[in-house]
């Protein structure tokens, strides 16, 4: 929930004085990012013989299905908001069954690819330990790779079709889903050797873990405070807009205090809430920029009338998740 109000946070503020502050709600895909991996692997773990085509037919019923049905949503809006304030309609292009019509439904398709390839990759590493390692290490060197390299310019050809945006996104956010595959690799198994449930015991791994991961949070928040350090192919704003590190974070808390118990259920009951706010926020926030510029253009790009849609956006989001979750027809409409 907090990933999901840091987004909105992020398509909301436009002002001034608090435009600069949109940045750090950033965090949040990478945040859903980790927990789909988690989520992916664990379900692996506990059921070994799934199979693959039954899989994907459940995530596509689950994350493209309700894809298509926002992307609806948000195009009959966009028509509607052109009808009543003039503004020009943007063209439909091939990308909007990837991209979506609005900024953050790209990452439904997104999290559906991921998974449809991480699933035999997680199944064919959970057979052999030193397999895990291996997939674990292969993802830290993907992640480094592309933390530190610039994105590869497709943009004329990707642009022909809409997706050019989805290309941007897929480069900046897949570090953050393969970070937390790794971890869930590593750590996700309470009979594993990083199992720390009594460091007292003598689990020193653990302890250096969890050190390595707080200095490498600490190396990506620091550039908040210096963002055009060059690194030689990329530059820390780079790496610190993926926060991968959140990750090693919540593998961390997840080994200690039985947040495997603890910790899933509490997700698995916000998550669905969380999906919704991520969903709607932008119906709402979009609605009301527009109704402020075009009735009250002299408050449309203050601090305060940021703050309000924001908290309108939030709210509007919750109160229409609870009706659909509440919903025997439309409850599909979010990912569970």
């Known amino acids: 929930m907090f990933a999901a109000i840091g987004a909105a946070w992020l398509h909301t503020a436009q002002s001034d004085e608090l435009a600069h502050t949109g940045e750090y709600?950033?965090?949040?895909?990478?945040?859903?990012?980790?927990?789909?991996?988690?989520?992916?692997?664990?379900?692996?773990?506990?059921?070994?013989?799934?199979?693959?085509?039954?899989?994907?037919?459940?995530?596509?019923?689950?994350?493209?299905?309700?894809?298509?049905?926002?992307?609806?949503?948000?195009?009959?809006?966009?028509?509607?908001?052109?009808?009543?304030?003039?503004?020009?309609?943007?063209?439909?292009?091939?990308?909007?069954?990837?991209?979506?019509?609005?900024?953050?439904?790209?990452?439904?398709?997104?999290?559906?690819?991921?998974?449809?390839?991480?699933?035999?990759?997680?199944?064919?590493?959970?057979?052999?330990?030193?397999?895990?390692?291996?997939?674990?290490?292969?993802?830290?060197?993907?992640?480094?790779?592309?933390?530190?390299s610039k994105i590869p310019d497709f943009h004329e050809p990707l642009s022909k079709v809409g997706l050019d945006y989805f290309w941007n996104r897929v480069w900046y956010r897949t570090p953050s889903f393969l970070s937390g595959f790794a971890m869930a690799m590593v750590v996700g198994h309470r009979s594993s050797a990083w199992d720390v449930v009594a460091v007292d015991r003598g689990h020193k791994r653990q302890i250096v873990g969890a050190a390595c991961f707080i200095a490498a949070t600490c190396f990506v928040i620091a550039g908040v405070n210096f963002p055009n350090i060059d690194l030689g192919g990329g530059t820390i704003i780079e790496i610190r807009s993926t926060w991968y590190t959140c990750s090693g974070l919540f593998f961390v808390a997840s080994a200690f205090g039985g947040w495997e118990n603890r910790g899933t259920r509490f997700l698995s009951e916000l998550r669905y809430y969380a999906f919704g706010v991520f969903l709607a926020h932008t119906l709402f926030i979009e609605g009301a920029q527009a109704a402020f510029e075009r009735y009250a253009p002299e408050i449309a790009k203050t601090w305060s009338l940021d703050i309000g849609i924001y908290i309108f956006a939030i709210t509007g989001s919750i109160a229409l998740t609870a009706i659909i979750h509440a919903s025997k027809w439309f409850r599909w409409m979010i990912p569970s």
């Open 25 to 148: 709600g950033r965090f949040a895909v990478p945040v859903f990012n980790t927990i789909a991996a988690y989520f992916l692997v664990r379900s692996i773990r506990r059921k070994p013989d799934r199979h693959y085509l039954p899989y994907l037919r459940v995530r596509l019923a689950k994350l493209y299905l309700p894809f298509l049905a926002w992307g609806a949503i948000y195009l009959f809006a966009r028509w509607a908001k052109s009808t009543v304030t003039g503004s020009p309609l943007k063209p439909v292009r091939p990308g909007v069954l990837l991209e979506g019509p609005s900024h953050q439904l790209w990452y439904l398709p997104f999290v559906l690819i991921c998974c449809a390839i991480g699933f035999p990759v997680a199944r064919w590493a959970l057979e052999a330990r030193w397999r895990q390692w291996a997939v674990a290490l292969a993802c830290g060197i993907v992640c480094l790779v592309m933390g530190l």
